[in-house]
């Protein structure tokens, strides 16, 4: 505490103003730290919640103590207790969803509810549900279903009822093959609905899957890709990952075709109908006699004539064939595969040689040709419509050194705190700017004037390495005594303030007396002269007692 004194009282005021002001911004970026060290690592437990239910988590959390941050939307609490709060707060229904479901038909009762009031809380009610459904997806962060339905208009025929999704990902974006599940999902839900007539919207404000869903289907890229995803699956669990390289090209027709044939089978006849028609004609005549006087009495019988008959028989049958007919309508529209090729290269293996270096060796050939028949039954390989395959093993280029040992963990493997890294290097910083600017220019300035106050007193006495002088003894005290001195209180000294007048005139004609030096210098520190004196008087009390 002494030399700390020492030290301050050395100081000028404009020194002290320095110190203390560092002292201050020491003391304050030690606080900041300190707090900041102490509090917990935060971590996202909920984002993107409506007002009301991040109301009710926040309010969930002050009631059970915890602390919590909220920035901008998000909430943050410790991390050690996220887990224990998601599950925590999930049984207690929280954070609560926006959207109902059947539990809104829980509150209709039979009295004062008319059938449009329970038609619209049903499809409200299966709006919330399948809204719910698609959210539990953790891909999907916001959705919202819409659901157009008129079949409470009995007068309305054949009209299909159609839906909209509103889907927020979580990261990133919603791929065609997500949207079109989503689609069956909701038209699965709902009667008479079908996929096509289901539109999903992502959070920009796009329509996702509307290509996919056009006649023409997926194009040659996407189904190249497509089965270059299963060779590669299937090259790869032989080879290992990345010792493989599949490149498939497909070529697919891109005009449309319709095709009408119409063809009839004259052996193929069958009998549709039979009509049978009989007709019998039956037909009696006699002739006249003469006419005579005879003729013409009561009795009287006249001349006979002769009789005759005839009769006619007609039948007709009639039947009717229909000739066996096919008519036949192919329609063929682009996209189908012309023409398939896929080209496959295999890394080999390597094997050491007697000169340390290492060797190339490709796959046997009956290990190629087992693949090859495993990617012909992969992609769908025809040979009548030119496919082709090929499957070589060659050596990949790799850099120097690769495979050559297991690496070795080192200290960043794993999970890396930001912030605690942050935290250390500012309490690093601090720690150098309170060593250069503070401490060192402190005892910078006691050192300097210790040594400046020392060598002066050595370069004004006899130093004792010196062979031409005699050694110390520890009295400041000229070879001749001090007789020729005056005494204190003449007027000599410093203003007659009653030291002793160190001006010996005949001392050294060569030079500047080391008395007078020693004066000098004693003038011109008097602060340091002091304290060390003071030193001086403290070592002899202490050596007194």
Known sequence: MQQVVSVWSTLGARQRIVVLGATLAMILAVLGLTRLASAPNMSLLYAGLENGAAGDVVKALEGRGVQFDVRGGAIFVPDSERDALRLTLASEGLPANSGQGYELLD??????????????????????????????????ANARVHIANSSANPFQRDVTPTASISVTPSAGAITPQQARALKYLVSSAVPGLVPESVAVIDGKGGLIGADADSPAGP???????????????????????????????VDTVTESELIRERSFDPEGRVVVSTDSEERNDKADSSGGGDVSVASNLPEGNGGGADATSSSKAETRERVNYEVSETTREIT?????????????LVNGTYEPAEDGS????????????????LVSSAVGFEEARGDQITIRSLPFERPEGLGTGPIEPSMFVGNIDTMRLLQMGVLAVVALILGLFVVRPVLASSSESSTALTAGVSNALPSPLDDSSPALDGEIEPAGGFEDLPMAGDGGGFGGMGMVDFDMPGADSGGEDPVDRLRNLIEERKTETVEILRSWLEEDKEEAR
């Open 332 to 344: 063929r529209v682009p996209g189908a595969i012309r023409r398939l090729t896929v080209a496959v």
């Open 107 to 140: 509150g209709l009762s039979g009295f004062g509810t008319t059938s449009q009031m329970f038609d619209a809380a049903y499809w409200r009610a299966k709006e919330g549900e399948l809204a719910r459904t698609i959210v539990a997806n953790p891909a999907v």
């Open 219 to 249: 194009t040659a890229d996407d189904k190249a890709l497509q089965l270059r995803d299963r060779v590669q699956r299937l090259m790869e669990a032989r080879v290992g990952v990345g010792n493989a390289v599949v490149e498939v090209s």
């Open 358 to 373: 290492q060797t190339f060796v490709p796959l046997p050939e009956p290990e190629i040709q087992a693949l090859n028949d």
